[in-house]
């Protein structure tokens, strides 16, 4: 099985930095997500790494560490519309070909303050 | 590209009622889908997944059950459900090739 951890909430100042950190555990690693949910809708996709590095949106950039099972999800320039939970998932190939699971975390609920 | 639909998008049911909700895929052929569950303020539960038509894994023992008539259809159904079964239930596809798992807009699901 799978096991994901990230912090339960974080609060940040509007126009400032945040880094969410996300460390997974499993044996058929197959890519890490990060998606934003806001309160009551469908999770939308933010970003996706399988290699190693930092991969750049905008002002949303994630960074993959296979090696020590380890991701972060970086938001700059915080606007009050980021307000929301941030989920980090795990994409797992097991029981043979073709058969895939991708496995949440609970979510960072992320609050951004005037 | 690809879409995905899920009906209806809010359902309140008494205690004791049948369940049935049904999601689509457009776009793309043999994909995998699955359902999860989100209670209050928790996260993403993986409830079943499906490789192809007819085949269906669960992975929470519960009283629901999912069913895949078609390619592209996978529906999640239960008999009697229960006030423990209330949540949001996503529909979603993705492949090992996929960048982005896509999912349909929810079902809100109240039982009374």
């Not at chain 1, 997974?24 to 997500?33: H, K, P, V």
């Not at chain 1, 806001?38 to 991969?55: I, M, Q």
């Not at chain 2, 639909?5 to 043999?30: I, Y």
């Amino acid at each position: 099985g799978q096991n994901i951890d990230q912090p339960t909430e974080m609060t940040a100042t509007e126009g400032a930095i945040v880094q969410i950190n996300c460390t997974y555990q499993t044996s058929g690693f197959n890519g890490l997500f990060w998606y934003q949910q806001h309160a009551g809708e469908a999770p939308t996709f933010l970003s996706y790494n399988v290699l190693d590095g930092l991969e750049e949106k905008g002002r949303f950039s994630s960074f993959l560490s296979r090696s020590k099972g380890y991701s972060y999800l970086l938001l700059k320039e915080l606007q009050m519309k980021d307000s929301a939970s941030y989920l980090c998932a795990v994409r797992d190939e097991y029981s043979g070909a073709g058969s895939y699971q991708l496995t949440f975390g609970k979510g960072t609920k992320l609050s951004v303050i005037p | 590209s690809q879409t995905i639909h899920q009906w209806p998008a809010t359902l309140v049911q008494p205690v004791g009622s049948p369940l049935s909700l049904e999601c689509t895929v457009e776009g793309t052929s043999n994909p995998n889908l699955y359902w999860y569950r989100q209670a209050a303020g928790r996260g993403l539960q993986l409830l079943f997944y499906s490789v192809g038509i007819g085949q269906i894994s669960s992975e929470v023992p519960q009283n629901l059950s999912a069913s895949r008539p078609q390619d592209r259809q996978f529906i999640l159904s239960s008999k009697k459900l229960l006030l423990s079964d209330s949540g949001f239930y996503l529909c979603a596809w993705f492949t090992g090739l996929n960048t982005e798992a896509f999912f349909g807009q929810g079902t809100r699901l109240t039982v009374v």
